[in-house]
């Protein structure tokens, strides 16, 4: 069996690349609030009128901020030219988007 010494340096090796991983991840990402772990930003967002809080964002991070929202990270565009290029002009590259089982499937039916 290892020694102790080895566990915790091994412990700490890993907690050290996770975190390395994780900037990372991040860095490719626009700016954006940074959130609590695992929920993220789920609290931060109003149930209502939700788009002055995201207008402030824009006004804050710049015109493309990014949210993770109970782990479903979420892209927000605050201006009309890069919203007309990406959707528009690209749309067909974005438009996968995940199964809605509550709206194809039981609505549906």
């Not at 772990?37 to 002055?52: A, K």
């Not at 993770?68 to 974005?94: C, Q, T």
Request: charged residues 15%; glycine residues 8%.
């Amino acid at each position: 069996m290892p020694s102790p010494r080895i566990l915790s340096a091994c412990l700490i090796t890993f907690v050290i690349w996770v975190l390395l991983r994780l900037r990372q991840a991040r860095s490719r990402l626009p700016p954006g609030p940074t959130g609590w772990p695992i929920i993220g930003n789920l609290f931060d967002i109003p149930t209502e009128h939700s788009w002055f809080k995201y207008t402030e964002w824009g006004e804050q991070y710049g015109p493309m901020t990014y949210v993770n929202v109970g782990g479903l990270p979420m892209i927000i565009i605050n201006s009309h030219r890069i919203a007309y290029d990406l959707l528009a002009k690209r749309g067909a590259i974005y438009s996968n988007r995940p199964r809605a089982v509550m709206v194809q499937d039981l609505i549906g039916k």
